[in-house]
C-alpha cells in the first residue's frame, strides 16, 4: 500500500479499479462522489453546506491534529501548551456543533466532519488516560463528549 502513496509514503489508501485514492479525508470524498447513489451523502449537496463542512474539516486536520501530535510528543510547557490549543479548539468545534442545532456537524446523519472528528476520538480517549488530563470536559462540551 505504500507503494501507492509515493509522496507520503503512509496509509490510508483505497485502490479502486487499480488506481490509489490517497489521504482520508479525500478518500472520504471520493467515496461520496463515485458511490452517491448507494452510501449515505456524507459531503452536503448545497454549495455553501459543503463549503463549511470542508472548512471544519480543515480545521480539525490543521488544529486538531497538530494539538494531539503535541500532547503526545511535547514535555512541560509544550504539552501545556497544546492542551491548551486542544481545549481551545474543541471548544470552536462544540459552539459551532451547539448552534447548528443537530445531533451531528453533517445534520441529521453522519457527514464528513463527524468522520474527521472521530477518527481521532480513539486517540483523545488514550492521551486522556495517559495524561490524566481532561481534553473534552462534559459540563463544557456535552455535544462533543457523546
Known sequence: MLQSNPVHKK???LLHN???VCESMIIVQYIEETWSSKAPNLVPKDPYDRAIARFW???VDDKVGPCIRGIFMGRGDEQ???VEEL????LWLEEALRTSGKAYFGGDEIGLVDIALGSRSQWIKILEKVTNIVLI???KMPL???
Open 11 to 13: 496509509i490510508p489508501v
Open 18 to 20: 487499480g488506481k490509489p
Open 57 to 59: 474539516v480543515a480545521f
Open 80 to 82: 501545556q501548551k497544546a
Open 87 to 90: 481545549v481551545a479548539n474543541f
Open 137 to 139: 470536559e462534559p459540563e
Open 144 to 146: 462533543l463528549r457523546a
